[in-house]
């Protein structure tokens, strides 16, 4: 798996924090350069934090499963890129988010949008992609997660709260990564079946 690839995931995994983001940034009326670190930390951090679980989980018995590896890894990307299509189609209108950064919040709003990451992190660990530096990777899909949160952040506060399209940006978002998740699975089912 090269940078590219990484990228890509990276961008995907972070949508359903890029969405929860623009949330909170319709909720924040006064934005400072504090909330922009505590979300974008809460959130990036716990982006790279849980593909490294789910890599160094499974990793450690990996050879039990060699023959059916890409299949183990194709069906958690296809059922996490199921699941953030169908959130994406929900009516999910932010009034629930609250301007608050409290710890217990950001917290479960972390875990909530990382576990797809902790999923893709057990991919990692059950296929053993060409090239793939899990170092490499983790710091890329925190980084990108980092920049998209803060930037969904200034993006809601620029959006109008009665206005539906930052809604309906972030449920685009959700469809465009769980698209993006079902191909890479797709991919590595394909690359392995070949070889």
């Not at 359903?16 to 623009?22: K, L, M, N, Q, R």
């Not at 989980?57 to 183990?72: G, L, M, Q, R």
């Not at 769980?178 to 070949?194: D, R």
Request: net charge positive; charged share 15%.
């Amino acid at each position: 798996m090269g940078i590219f690839d990484l990228v890509i995931l990276g961008f995907a995994l972070a949508m359903d924090a890029f969405a929860v983001s623009i949330c909170k940034g319709f909720a924040i009326k006064n934005l400072k350069i504090k909330h922009f670190f505590v979300v974008a930390a809460y959130f990036g951090g716990f982006q790279a934090l849980m593909p490294a679980l789910g890599y160094f989980f499974v990793a450690s018995f990996t050879n039990f499963i060699k023959e059916i590896d890409h299949w183990i890894a194709f069906v958690l990307l296809a059922f996490v890129g199921a699941k953030m299509i169908k959130e994406s189609f929900e009516n999910d209108s932010c009034k629930n988010t609250s301007a608050q950064l409290h710890f217990k919040q950001m917290l479960a709003l972390a875990l909530a949008t990382s576990i797809d990451a902790l999923a893709v992190g057990v991919s990692f660990g059950f296929v053993e992609f060409r090239g793939l530096n899990i170092y490499q990777a983790i710091l890329i899909i925190g980084l990108i997660t980092f920049l998209l949160c803060a930037f969904g952040l200034k993006l809601g506060n620029l959006l109008s709260q009665n206005s539906p399209f930052g809604t309906k940006l972030g449920q685009k978002a959700e469809l465009v990564g769980g698209v993006i998740l079902i191909s890479l699975g797709i991919k590595i089912l394909i690359e392995h079946l070949l070889n």
